[in-house]
């Protein structure tokens, strides 16, 4: 079995590096980031230009701009409700899209990729906090099962590569992310960015009491989208194995905590409201880190400044946010 040779070291600075999705909540931040850190050769194509469950023009793609380094950014993503909605195109499109562009990645011999998983496709009922040695030990969360499997065989693929070719690409898995760029629609989008809207609107029309799904008391754990940027790139030039790493900030918050932060981030005054026929979904979600931190990398955003910062970016963004 091939094991890579590979001795992760700082990234060539001049070196072609494709980001898949760079218009993204998290590929932008990792050109954000990229940028900031000096690399002068970054390519990203929106999906109207290259359409990447198009096999033919990813190949296309690949054999033009011959990329160094890919982070592979791009996916149909979405909250619980969409991903329960379309499981078949969560499942389909994010597959096409992975696999094409990983083939190409290899046909091109593509030094260093990083792929993203997440940390819904743990199993359901896994121990908490989640472990990297957790994956594939469980049944999956049936709401975005479909979902989960796309990305675990991207993960799959990632560590084949490694063993069939020696190529010493890597996979991250994140938690739950916000900041900047995040998706605000009232149908696709994740419980932070959704609080946001909510309450902005609550405060604006003055509406004396805002009413949330459930109990509150489920714990989540949130990282802002800038640290996960900075996670990625110490990871490419630090990390070298066939396991994902957890990245994440290693503590949580009740959804009743992040409300009142969230309200408070705002502006907002009213009444804080819970519907609690309305499902919880599962009690607890928090990512065990220490591999991460034994790594030497550690989150540097706190919730209430993370919030703040993406409040002021939801008003400054009211015509171009994604609805
Ligand atoms: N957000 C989170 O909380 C979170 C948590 C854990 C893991 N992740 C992972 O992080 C990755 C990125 O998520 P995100 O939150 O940044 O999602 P996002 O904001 O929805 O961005 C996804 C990007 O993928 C691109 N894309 C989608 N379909 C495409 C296609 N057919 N061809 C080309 N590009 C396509 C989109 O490009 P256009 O904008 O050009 O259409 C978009 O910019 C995903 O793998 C996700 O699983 C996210």
């Known amino acids: 079995?091939?094991?890579?040779?590979?001795?992760?070291?700082?990234?060539?600075?001049?070196?072609?590096?494709?980001?898949?999705?760079?218009?993204?909540?998290?590929?932008?931040?990792?050109?954000?980031?990229?940028?900031?850190?000096?690399?002068?050769?970054?390519?990203?194509?929106?999906?109207?230009?290259?359409?990447?469950?198009?096999?033919?023009?990813?190949?296309?793609?690949?054999?033009?701009?011959?990329?160094?380094?890919?982070?592979?950014?791009?996916?149909?993503?979405?909250?619980i409700l969409a991903n329960n909605t379309?499981?078949?195109?969560?499942?389909?499109?994010?597959?096409?899209i992975q696999t094409n562009v990983m083939?190409?990645?290899?046909?091109?011999?593509v030094e260093r990729l990083l792929f993203l998983g997440s940390s819904c496709i743990y199993p359901k009922l896994a121990p908490q906090p989640l472990k990297e040695e957790y994956l594939l030990t469980g049944h999956l969360e049936p709401t975005n099962d479909a979902y989960a499997i796309a990305k675990i065989a991207g993960i799959l693929q990632v560590q084949a590569v490694r063993r069939q070719y020696g190529l010493p690409w890597i996979s991250a898995m994140p938690t739950n992310l916000y900041g900047p760029g995040d998706n605000f629609s009232s149908t696709g989008s994740h419980v932070l960015p959704a609080l946001i809207?909510?309450?902005?609107?609550?405060?604006?029309?003055?509406?004396?009491?805002?009413?949330?799904?459930?109990?509150g008391s489920p714990l989540r754990e949130f990282l802002?989208?800038?640290?996960?940027?900075?996670?990625?790139?110490?990871?490419?030039?630090?990390?070298?194995?066939?396991?994902?790493?957890?990245?994440g900030v290693g503590t949580d918050v009740t959804i009743k905590e992040l409300a009142q932060t969230v309200a408070d981030a705002v502006g907002y005054q009213g009444a804080i409201e819970w519907d609690t026929t309305?499902?919880?979904?599962?009690?607890?979600?928090?990512?065990?880190?220490?591999?991460?931190?034994?790594?030497?990398?550690?989150?540097?955003?706190?919730?209430?400044?993370?919030?703040?910062?993406?409040?002021?970016?939801?008003?400054?963004?009211?015509?171009?946010?994604?609805?």
């Open 1 to 79: 079995m091939p094991e890579t040779s590979y001795a992760p070291s700082a990234l060539d600075r001049s070196a072609t590096f494709y980001v898949a999705g760079h218009r993204g909540l998290v590929g932008s931040a990792i050109w954000r980031r990229l940028e900031d850190e000096g690399f002068s050769n970054l390519v990203g194509r929106a999906s109207s230009e290259l359409d990447l469950k198009d096999r033919g023009a990813v190949f296309d793609f690949f054999a033009a701009e011959k990329p160094r380094y890919v982070a592979l950014a791009a996916a149909k993503v979405g909250g």
């Open 86 to 96: 379309y499981p078949v195109d969560f499942l389909s499109e994010n597959l096409r």
């Open 103 to 109: 083939d190409a990645a290899l046909e091109h011999g």
């Open 197 to 215: 809207r909510r309450y902005e609107e609550a405060r604006l029309s003055g509406a004396e009491s805002v009413t949330n799904w459930g109990t």
């Open 224 to 247: 802002h989208v800038d640290d996960m940027a900075k996670a990625c790139l110490y990871l490419l030039e630090n990390y070298d194995g066939p396991e994902q790493v957890n990245v």
């Open 278 to 323: 309305k499902p919880d979904g599962t009690p607890r979600k928090l990512m065990d880190v220490s591999k991460l931190t034994a790594l030497g990398w550690k989150a540097s955003i706190g919730l209430d400044e993370g919030i703040r910062r993406t409040v002021e970016w939801f008003r400054e963004h009211q015509d171009d946010f994604r609805k």
